[in-house]
């Protein structure tokens, strides 16, 4: 047997619209980049606008950042470096880190750590006269999760929220639940340690050829709430398994099923995601093709 195959009247038909459709109809707004390259530069010129632009009027800035994409990290370095954007105000909460185990982050020069690839990637990288003073360098610690939130309400809130989204749906690391839980309750989550879906272990294990099971099993992560009360969000999705998921957060329901869906109750939510997670798929009996 061999050829191609009609899927589509197996399909939900959120499955089977348009990019047209997924950028006019849904319930978040979605921009559509020609690239990857292109995808990595909105990210990073997204995060210099919002420090240029409160620098400017003397205000601080504060992030929520992900490593996750990565790719925009090199973009902002050489942003800062060329234009002299002193980073001083700005404070950067990072989304989550490994564990080895619920009370122990993973060890800094492992090749997965977060921590790590900052130090190195970013803020190693920025003039140190421009650079994000170390004590505003925030990643969220097993033993202290309340901190995140206090944080952020004592600098006035976060003005940007910047991530992609899991196989799953997940943001940072707030996974589906595997017990019933009500969309409000899943809303109010927190920053919390958090085991690791068995989906999201096997996808991010990609990174380290596949070998799943040399992944860490625990994590810690900036909780729903937090991430909620950014004043923006922006999520960026640049890999091809994301098609499935991006369907869902624009058409389904708001679950914590899907716990990216949240973003349509966002006032200032938006998706960026490169044309290949956008645009149709041919479907054939050996798999997907774009």
């Known amino acids: ?5 009609d899927l589509s009247i197996q399909m939900d038909p959120m499955y089977t619209r348009s990019r047209q459709e997924l950028a006019g109809q849904g319930k978040v707004t979605l921009d559509v980049t020609p690239s990857l390259e292109a995808l990595y530069q909105r990210m990073a010129t997204d995060v210099v606008e919002e420090v240029r632009r409160n620098n400017g009027r003397s205000r601080r800035t504060v992030l929520i950042l992900p ?10 370095v050489q942003m800062v470096n060329r234009e002299k954007l002193s980073l001083r105000s700005v404070t950067v909460l990072n989304m989550d880190e490994y564990l080895t185990s619920p009370t122990a982050y993973i060890a800094k020069d492992h090749a997965l750590s977060f921590r790590g690839f900052m130090e190195r990637e970013f803020y190693g990288k920025i003039d140190p006269s421009l650079t994000v003073p170390e004590d505003q ?6 033993g202290r999760e309340g ?10 809130g976060v ?3 910047q991530g992609g989204f899991g196989i799953n749906g997940h943001i940072a690391f707030n996974e589906p639940p595997d017990a019933e839980v009500t969309v409000e309750a ?10 690791i879906s068995r989906e999201t272990v096997i996808v991010n294990s990609m990174k ?16 729903m709430k937090e991430i909620l009360s950014a004043r923006k969000l922006r999520f960026y999705l640049n890999r091809t398994w994301q098609w499935g998921i991006l369907r869902k957060v624009l058409f389904g329901p708001v679950t914590p099923r899907v716990p990216a869906s949240y973003l349509q109750e966002h006032a200032d939510a938006r998706i960026v995601a490169a044309a290949e997670v956008v645009d149709p798929i041919r ?4 798999g997907p093709s774009c």
């Open 147 to 156: 901190r995140i939130l206090r944080i952020i309400e004592d600098l006035g």
């Open 1 to 5: 047997m061999g050829g191609s195959t």
């Open 208 to 223: 380290i050829g596949g070998c799943y099971d040399l992944m860490p099993g625990w994590c810690i992560s900036i909780g």
């Open 137 to 142: 360098r925030i990643f969220p610690e097993p």
């Open 159 to 161: 003005d940007l929220c």
């Open 283 to 286: 479907w054939t009996l050996g």
């Open 186 to 195: 899943f809303r109010e989550y927190r920053t919390r340690v958090l085991p």
């Open 67 to 76: 490593v996750g994409p990565i790719e925009q990290y090199e973009r902002i």
